[in-house]
């Protein structure tokens, strides 16, 4: 998140491959309220129109999406 509010959406990127890879089995909450709230960072005016921050919300969407079906799974076992 620092990297997004410095502005450096690079360094931002770089940050978050490691994290992007991760296996839906480990996509966790905290995870992906993390990301959610990165991509609500993403969604400001300060970033309108740039292709950098379009592909790190649909990457996140992308991530978030694939987790769902996990953690419905989990809810459902409860």
């Known amino acids: 998140m620092a990297y997004v509010m410095k502005g450096d959406l690079d360094a931002a990127a770089e940050q ?3 994290v992007l890879t991760l296996a839906p ?4 909450a905290t995870i992906t ?5 990165l991509n609500w960072m993403l969604r400001r005016r300060r970033f309108a129109g740039s292709p950098k921050s379009q592909e790190l919300r649909e990457q ?6 694939a987790a769902l079906p996990t953690m419905i ?3 459902e076992d409860q």
């Open 33 to 37: 309220s993390y990301l959610a709230e």
């Open 16 to 18: 978050l491959k490691a």
């Open 60 to 65: 996140i969407a992308i991530f978030t999406t």
């Open 73 to 75: 799974d989990d809810r």
């Open 25 to 28: 089995a480990f996509r966790i």
